[in-house]
């Protein structure tokens, strides 16, 4: 009898770890692109947007589909307000600020039913 064991090999975390959730999201002034980011097993990656009084901000998140779906979230207020849970390629939500203040929303990324990808770009504009 013969047996076959695979294993894959753990996943390393991104230089932007340990953003894991609101509290410590990465934030804006260190983006608008970053690539090569990694999405581990059961993580998510947290990224904070500042949005001025009239202004509109879009994510959009880069990767391939057959290394692992991505998914994403807009949080406002620590509610999910937009989900973007395609099965292509990417991923994108756009949110406008109509206040008079400035807003704070941040972006979760993360794996569908917790999948790994080992890398994806974010461009925030």
């Known amino acids: 009898t013969t047996t076959t064991t ?4 753990p996943c390393s975390d991104d230089d932007l770890e340990d953003n894991d959730s609101v509290s ?9 692109y970053v690539d090569d980011l990694v999405v581990c097993d059961d993580d998510s990656d947290y990224f904070a947007v500042s949005v001025c009084p009239g202004g509109q901000v879009r994510a ?27 099965t292509s390629d990417s991923e994108t ?33």
Do not use: E, K, W
């Open 6 to 9: 695979t294993t894959q090999a």
């Open 24 to 32: 410590t999201a990465t934030s804006a002034t260190t983006l608008p």
């Open 60 to 86: 959009r998140v880069n990767f391939d589909h057959s290394d692992g779906d991505i998914d994403m979230y807009l949080i406002i207020n620590n509610v999910i307000r937009a989900r973007s849970t395609s």
């Open 93 to 125: 939500i756009s949110v406008s600020n109509s206040g008079s203040n400035p807003g704070l929303v941040h972006f979760r990324v993360f794996g569908y039913r917790g999948a790994s990808n080992p890398s994806y770009q974010l461009n925030i504009t």
